[in-house]
């Protein structure tokens, strides 16, 4: 089980941490042992609620690439792993990344290497980041790889913020449509609704069909909502399915635009992190399989995989790769000449700068495409609500004229 200490040394400093151990009572034998005394021992439950994003705290982004940098410079300056840890733990201010750095002192003490620590946690340190840390520690570079480990940590960042403010625009766009749309049809429209019958005005068709929507909307919002929360949970449950997966990412790889911004930042993440894993020394093979899991799409997760099992067969990378459509030609010759030279995590470095470069052309211009037809949905939205609302106000002055 895993236990959550609060304890205090001999000098008085209070250290809090994870522990895995059978019971409550082995821990706090344990902790008495290290020369701590225990001041609380809790045994932590996962409930689902502590699972929701906006209860628990999580490891960031960027507070794992700060940790990550930090990590590396300490280790470049000539401090043990252990003392760098140390003054990390002193230094992070994430409480979760906090309990997990003095796990890893623990675990580090007791004679594990700092990969194996980093296995107990596999909601902060992904498998790939596990990975490229035990392939440090085994060639003896742990600060450069963790160096590298930083610069790609960094840049898919940075790849995420892109896409984020990219979507921005549309997406507050798309929300303030709705929001207007729903107070329109709970308070302004049943209003105009009801003068409009009360004065035996001739309604054109659109208003009609307006007031209409607007009184479901009102005696059956229930009714709405239901309907909503049964789409959603029904896509949830046939998207986890394998066949609506696939249908799914196949599908997003198919939209305009989208698609394309969705493609490149996959292939961008997978040569990036498959670069990386092969210039730290790790099987191609391995590199390969560990790799798959990063690019979020069944399509490329079983392509990869499909050429990973070729690969170990005697096949080029290479020639593996041109048997599918997902990977576009330049990516197959820059690896192919990668393997003719000896340097393939180079040339998959280059790639995924590439398809970063890619990316952001195509994010950059995503706001000016995107903006003409905003602004045309927006029209023709202003322009049947002024039609519906204006149309009977206009006929009742010339009625009473």
């Keep these: 089980m895993r236990i959550r200490y609060k304890a205090v040394d001999r000098d008085g400093k209070v250290s809090r941490g994870l522990l895995d151990a059978k019971s409550v009572e082995e821990s706090v034998d344990y902790l008495r042992k290290k020369g701590y005394v225990p001041v609380s021992v809790d045994r932590i439950d996962n409930h689902f609620w502590e699972q929701l994003p906006f209860l628990s705290q999580g490891v960031k982004e960027q507070d794992l690439i700060l940790f990550t940098r930090q990590l590396s410079s300490m280790i470049a300056s000539g401090l043990t792993l252990t003392k760098a840890l140390e003054i990390l733990k002193g230094q992070v201010k994430n409480k979760t990344l906090i309990e997990v750095t003095t796990t890893l002192i623990n675990d580090v003490q007791e004679g594990k290497s700092l ?16 990975s490229i840390v035990k392939a440090g520690e085994q060639s003896g570079l742990l600060d450069k790889v963790l160096a590298r480990l930083t610069e790609t940590l960094e840049k898919r960042a940075k790849l995420k913020e892109t896409i ?3 979507l921005m625009y549309p997406a507050i766009v798309i929300l303030m449509m709705i929001g207007v749309m729903f107070i329109m049809a709970f308070f302004v429209i049943p209003t105009l609704g009801n003068l409009f019958t009360s004065l035996n005005v001739t309604l054109p068709l659109t208003t009609r069909l307006l007031i209409d929507f607007s009184s479901f909307l009102v005696n059956y919002w229930w009714v709405v909502l239901g309907l909503l929360a049964f789409i959603y949970f029904s896509y949830k449950q046939w998207v986890s399915t394998e066949n609506g997966r696939l249908t799914m990412d196949a599908f997003v790889l198919r939209l305009p635009i989208f698609g394309k911004i969705i493609s490149e930042s996959i292939l961008a993440e997978f040569t990036r992190t498959l ?10 093979v391995q590199s390969l399989v560990e790799t798959a899991d990063t690019t979020g799409n069944v399509l490329y997760k079983s392509a990869i995989l499909d050429v990973s099992k070729m690969v170990e067969k005697g096949v080029s990378i290479g020639e593996a790769m041109s048997s599918y459509t997902l990977f576009p030609p330049m990516l197959i010759q820059l690896i192919k000449i990668g393997e003719q030279t000896g340097k393939i995590d180079e040339s998959l470095i280059k790639a995924s700068e590439y398809f970063e470069r890619e990316v952001d052309n195509i994010v950059a211009n995503l706001t000016t495409l995107m903006t003409p037809f905003i602004m045309i949905i927006l029209g023709i939205g202003v322009a049947v609500l002024m039609f519906s609302v204006i149309t009977p106000i206009y006929s009742l002055i010339n009625s009473i004229q």
């Design 115 to 130: 990969g194996q620590a980093m296995e107990k946690h596999p909601n902060v340190f992904s498998q790939i980041y596990i």
């Design 275 to 284: 670069g990386l894993l092969v210039g730290t020394g790790t099987l191609v």
């Design 164 to 166: 984020r403010s990219a």
